[in-house]
């Protein structure tokens, strides 16, 4: 079927959609002053991590939408699962039925690994960048990630909503908008994982930066590149990370920081080690954290 015969179809579906929501439905703050009910474009677009001008060329026909926008549009625009096959219909796009993505846990092979490297930083990520495993060292070098609650244990979220974060990192922007576009990657290959389009859905809202990010056109590094860090107990240090795909799971990726001997990050980096290994039950309680399931923060970029 094709998109073709009935583009006002789908402009006034989208239009009648948004018209029967208020912004405290979505999420959103409800400023007063609508001429019209229901949400703006301008809302709708934010929420789905689209340019406004997209969004309006939606509803006028001027656009055939990807796969990817109208998973984000049937989240944004809470529909049920007959209004989505509607909507898919509309656009002319057939609806991939996907099986519900049980939670990911690190690879047994992955953990091995974690479990071997004591002087390099490194953690388990998954799907949608979260992060499924860490070590002691990389505990130590980023965040206490035993402190954050699962569900928001992912490297975009904590990235842009830990204050820290922005002080740790000392070109914070660069590994942001890089970190945005891996998760872009993530959501064209899961076009229908709820828990990813909500957490972009999120994050478009609650930092203008991170929807700009999100509708540019930026390609991501492939599987290495460096991370500068200010740290608080042992200065600045420039690290090469490096991406390990587990072959058991394409989904997982394990990342590790290293740094170049001789240099004083490499000595800063053996200096924190120190003080993990010898902070009293320090790496026998962080392994058995792990083997209980706990995961945590921002490593990877």
């Given at each position: 079927?094709s998109?073709?015969?009935?583009?006002?179809?789908?402009?006034?579906?989208?239009?009648?959609?948004?018209?029967?929501l208020?912004?405290?439905?979505?999420?959103?703050?409800?400023?007063?002053?609508?001429?019209?009910?229901?949400?703006?474009?301008?809302?709708?677009?934010?929420?789905?991590?689209?340019?406004?001008?997209?969004?309006?060329?939606?509803?006028q026909?001027?656009?055939?939408?990807?796969?990817?926008?109208?998973?984000?549009?049937?989240?944004?625009?809470?529909?049920?699962?007959?209004?989505?096959?509607?909507?898919f219909?509309?656009?002319?796009?057939?609806?991939?039925?996907?099986?519900?993505?049980?939670?990911?846990?690190a690879?047994?092979?992955?953990?091995?690994?974690l479990?071997?490297?004591?002087?390099?930083?490194?953690?388990?990520?998954?799907?949608?960048?979260?992060?499924?495993?860490?070590?002691?060292?990389?505990?130590?070098?980023?965040?206490?990630?035993?402190?954050?609650?699962?569900?928001?244990?992912?490297c975009?979220?904590?990235?842009?909503?830990?204050?820290s974060?922005?002080?740790?990192?000392?070109?914070?922007?660069?590994?942001?908008?890089?970190?945005?576009?891996?998760?872009?990657?993530?959501?064209?290959?899961?076009?229908?994982?709820?828990?990813?389009?909500?957490?972009?859905?999120?994050?478009?809202?609650?930092?203008?930066?991170?929807?700009?990010?999100w509708g540019?056109?930026?390609?991501?590094?492939?599987?290495?590149?460096?991370k500068?860090?200010?740290?608080?107990?042992?200065?600045?240090?420039?690290?090469?990370?490096?991406?390990?795909?587990?072959g058991?799971?394409?989904?997982?990726?394990?990342?590790?920081?290293?740094a170049?001997?001789?240099?004083?990050s490499?000595d800063?980096?053996?200096?924190?080690a120190?003080?993990?290994?010898?902070?009293?039950?320090?790496p026998?309680?962080?392994?058995?954290?792990?083997?209980?399931?706990?995961t945590?923060?921002?490593g990877?970029?």
């Open positions: 079927m998109g073709d015969a009935h583009p006002n179809e789908l402009g006034e579906f989208l239009k009648s959609r948004r018209s029967e208020t912004p405290r439905t979505v999420g959103l703050p409800d400023t007063g002053g609508r001429r019209v009910p229901g949400l703006r474009r301008e809302e709708v677009a934010v929420l789905a991590a689209i340019s406004t001008d997209h969004y309006t060329r939606l509803e026909g001027r656009v055939q939408p990807s796969a990817s926008v109208l998973a984000a549009l049937s989240r944004v625009l809470h529909l049920s699962d007959h209004q989505r096959d509607r909507l219909e509309l656009a002319g796009r057939q609806r991939t039925r996907h099986r519900r993505s049980t939670a990911q846990k690879h047994p092979q992955l953990r091995r690994l479990d071997d490297l004591t002087a390099s930083p490194g953690v388990v990520i998954g799907r949608r960048m979260d992060i499924l495993a860490w070590n002691p060292l990389a505990a130590a070098l980023f965040t206490d990630f035993a402190k954050v609650p699962e569900s928001k244990r992912n975009v979220r904590i990235l842009f909503t830990d204050p974060m922005r002080t740790l990192y000392a070109d914070w922007r660069a590994v942001a908008r890089e970190c945005v576009s891996h998760l872009r990657a993530a959501a064209a290959r899961h076009p229908e994982d709820q828990r990813l389009t909500s957490l972009v859905g999120e994050l478009s809202v609650e930092d203008r930066d991170f929807g700009r990010w540019s056109r930026h390609v991501p590094s492939l599987g290495s590149g460096v500068r860090l200010r740290h608080p107990l042992v200065g600045e240090l420039v690290l090469d990370w490096d991406i390990l795909t587990c058991g799971d394409p989904d997982q990726e394990l990342v590790v920081c290293t170049e001997p001789g240099t004083p490499y800063g980096l053996r200096a924190l120190s003080r993990v290994t010898s902070r009293p039950g320090g026998t309680d962080s392994r058995a954290d792990r083997l209980d399931g706990l945590g923060p921002a990877p970029q």
